[in-house]
């Protein structure tokens, strides 16, 4: 049953990239007709649309690639200039990725759409084969008219009931094909769109240099951040109980000997300030690199969270040892951020934490019971983590349906300290 209903979303799947060739030979001649007059200057009105809408398409190809045929697809596109339309329209003309994509929508047409209807193909044969002995019947000298479609199958006259009967095994050899190929062909069709529409060298170098700067961006802003939040924390908090505390033995100074009860008053007063104060301390200090990361790496870090969790929180750690101190705080904050989202936000009552380094690959797995809905887009907490695991180039995928789970996997490169 498994097979057959992935088989049949194959051929589905197939027959709709199939029914999208089309679309792009028309984008094909429209850009070529513009960029041939571009040099009239009317050419923009033409070229920078049709390279546009090529693009869209491109890019919905490569988004169907990865979800649809298991071959990611990333976007290859030279990041676009900062000002000007025929700066635009230069990058557009020297970036590699809008000529491969012309020959995309060249080869795509005979290649992709082959590969779309090559599974119905060998379903209409092994189907056609497989009833052709129960559809035959003589008529004079050969088969019954338009019987199935002809009068030869697989180049076997059907002019025999012997010939008719020879086609069934043929016909179920195409259906244990079709089964067999089809998650094949589904491959071969997206390694197709990946060699075409996959990023070159250049793109790849230029993508990273341009993530590398915002992320450099991004750290010295979140370093801003934190270091204003210690200054107005230690102002409000530890700052203030202190100079009450002062005050307090000052006054406590002058009345020792006038009125002792008194002086002892604000003696008590400014040892509970002091207890206060030194508490405030702690967290902060807490808040900057909690000393049990420092001491126990980040996997007993992260079990210290599940515990002072509200929530039940379950800690499945697979770290073969300790990662670079960077590393493990922003692996912290971010489980600690997700932890919090779903006690304060998503209305969760379990939490499951999973942390594996493998391959070179620090892998954190934050799922909950909550109500979902989850955006980076709409809140601060996730941005936030995204901004500080993009330091070390780590990523951050959200699945958060509406009704829940959430589930937040990071990725962030590192290696291990033996």
């Known amino acids: 049953m498994a097979l057959a209903r992935r088989t049949g979303i194959g051929l589905l799947r197939g027959l709709a990239l199939a029914l999208l060739t089309p679309l792009g030979m028309p984008l094909f001649v429209l850009r070529i007709f513009g960029l041939i007059l571009v040099p009239l200057g009317m050419g923009l009105l033409v070229f920078v649309p049709s390279t546009l809408a090529v ?23 030279l990041p676009p200039p900062h000002r000007g339309v025929i700066g635009l329209v230069k990058r557009m003309v020297t970036d590699p990725a809008t000529w491969r994509d012309q020959l995309w929508l060249l080869l795509n047409v005979p290649v992709g759409f082959f590969l779309g209807v090559l599974p119905l193909g060998l379903l209409a044969n092994g189907v056609r084969g497989v009833l052709t002995p129960f559809a035959w019947s003589p008529n004079g000298a050969g088969p019954r008219p338009g019987a199935l479609g002809g009068v030869d199958y697989v180049g076997i006259p059907l002019t025999s009931r012997e010939n008719a009967v020879a086609a069934f095994p043929i016909g179920l050899a195409f259906l244990v094909a079709l089964v067999w190929l089809t998650p094949w062909i589904q491959r071969l069709h997206g390694r197709f769109h ?13 993508s990273r240099v341009r993530r590398l700067t915002e992320t450099r961006a991004d750290a010295v802003d979140s370093s801003a951040a934190e270091l204003r939040r210690i200054e107005r924390d230690l102002h409000d908090g530890a700052q203030a109980r202190l100079v009450a505390m002062g005050m307090n033995l000052g006054a406590a100074e002058r009345l020792l000997d006038e009125d002792p009860a008194a002086a002892r008053a604000l003696l008590v007063e400014a040892r509970e300030a002091s207890v206060a104060a030194l508490q405030e301390l702690r967290n902060l200090v807490r808040g900057i690199h909690p000393p049990v990361l420092s001491d126990r790496g980040l996997g007993d870090a992260v079990r210290a969270l599940a515990l002072a ?3 039940r929180v379950e800690v499945e750690v697979e770290l ?50 909550g109500h979902g809905g989850a955006d980076p887009s709409l809140g601060t907490g996730l941005r936030g983590i995204e901004r500080r695991l993009g330091t070390f180039d780590g990523t951050i995928f959200v699945s958060s349906p509406v009704g829940g789970p959430t589930v937040v996997t990071m990725e962030v490169p590192c290696t291990v300290r033996r």
């Open 55 to 77: 693009r869209a398409l491109a890019n919905l190809h490569r988004r169907l690639a990865g979800q649809w045929l298991g071959v990611p697809v990333p976007q290859p596109y």
């Open 194 to 206: 990946h060699a075409l529409l996959g990023p070159t060298r250049r793109s790849e170098l230029a």
């Open 309 to 311: 969790s509200p929530l």
């Open 320 to 369: 073969p040892g300790r990662l670079d101190p960077p590393v493990e705080s922003a692996a912290y904050f971010a489980v600690a951020e997700l932890l919090t989202n779903a006690t304060k936000h998503a209305g969760a009552r379990q939490a499951w934490v999973d942390l594996k380094h493998e391959d070179g690959v620090l892998r954190m797995t934050v799922a909950d019971d």
